[in-house]
């Protein structure tokens, strides 16, 4: 509940917590003007718990009627009672100005979708945008390792508790987000994963956006449903147009034609948001280019070699070394945006 609030309406009528855990619905109303769907929330949390409850306030949560509490969350539907935290609880002032650009996709994304949504990660990062997303497989991790290049400050709404990690081998990004920016959960510790909070989240995803940024999204996908609800709220909407022929892309595509704005170059989002809350002031914000300085001899070696398009196998010839090391060299630099994979598994270098 709104612990906090309730406990300073309790003290200026002369009652105690415990009293006002008795006090009828209207009346709660009448002193806190709450909402209906959280006086809801609030009478099922009642039905459930008894006349006495265990009311002690965990260290790594915030509750509505907090300083730091979201209050933009009071007003959407099923507004939660209370969000568990890890990470940079100074991120919620960004989040409660609705300072925050959320960037999702589909969990299947091609390496085109992965690599645009690593890039704008980490240019929003550079320009001192906290980005927000839901730490899922595909665009969502894409987007937090380009924020977390750009030194950014990501911010995950995770569809599971805070002591789960999902999917399993997302544990070190996880770790890194909560380290660097701020990891957010409706979901008290213990609670199972369940398909649908993986849905219910997008709710909180367009509450706290500023703007929000599709990828790449299939028909009938979450990011689609997401997009189509800020869109109705009145959130900016825009969409990476992608290849009409590929199935992945058939929802993002869709959002084009019903008016979402076109993504073409991350430099236009940037110019459109201005500086971010995070850019210190006076700061201009910076474009971020891997350093060529910093690579390895035999992936300088890889970038010449790839510059007309080539395969993997080719490149193993070429190189006179085992598939599994080029391999290994084109992650690194499609990671770090210098080199792309395009059909029929042709790699080329980036020019900055």
Not at 37 to 62: F, K
């Amino acid at each position: 509940m709104r612990l906090r609030a309730l406990e300073a309406s309790a003290q200026a009528e002369g009652m105690g917590l415990e009293d006002c855990w008795r006090l009828p619905r209207d009346q709660l109303r009448e002193m806190l003007g709450w909402s209906s769907s959280l006086l809801d929330r609030i009478e099922g949390y009642r039905s459930r718990h008894g006349v006495n409850p265990d009311l002690r306030v965990p260290a790594d949560l915030v509750m509505v009627g907090d300083d730091a509490w979201p209050s933009l969350l009071d007003w959407i539907d099923r507004p939660p009672l209370g969000l568990f935290l890890r990470g940079k609880r100074s991120l919620l002032a960004c989040l409660q100005k609705r300072q925050a650009v959320a960037v999702i996709g589909t969990r299947a994304a091609s390496s085109h979708g992965q690599r645009m949504a690593f890039n704008l990660g980490q240019e929003l990062a550079v320009a001192g945008w906290p980005v927000l997303s839901g730490l899922a497989e595909g665009i969502d991790a894409a987007a937090h390792r380009g924020c977390l290049k750009g030194g950014g400050s990501p911010v995950a709404i995770l569809g599971t508790a805070l002591n789960r990690v999902y999917p399993r081998h997302h544990e070190s990004l996880q770790e890194s987000v909560g380290h660097s920016g701020l990891l957010i959960s409706e979901h008290p510790p213990g609670t199972s994963v369940q398909r649908g909070h993986f849905a219910s989240r997008n709710r909180l995803l367009v509450a706290l956006a500023c703007a929000v940024v599709v990828i790449e999204c299939p028909e009938q996908s979450g990011a689609l449903i997401t997009a189509r609800i800020a869109a109705s709220d009145g959130c900016p909407v825009w969409v990476v147009p992608g290849d009409a022929m590929r199935w992945s892309v058939k929802g993002s595509n869709a959002l084009l034609c019903e008016g979402a704005a076109p993504l073409i170059s991350t430099d236009v989002l940037i110019r459109d948001l201005g500086p971010g809350p995070l850019t210190s002031v006076g700061q201009q914000p910076l474009r971020v280019t891997e350093s060529k300085a910093s690579l390895s001899c035999s992936q300088r070696e890889l970038l010449k070699l790839m510059d007309q398009g080539t395969s993997v196998e080719e490149l193993s010839l070429l190189r006179g070394c085992s598939l599994g090391c080029v391999v290994r060299d084109l992650l690194h630099l499609e990671v770090n945006g210098l080199a792309v994979c395009y059909e029929r598994n042709s790699w080329r270098s980036v020019q900055h």
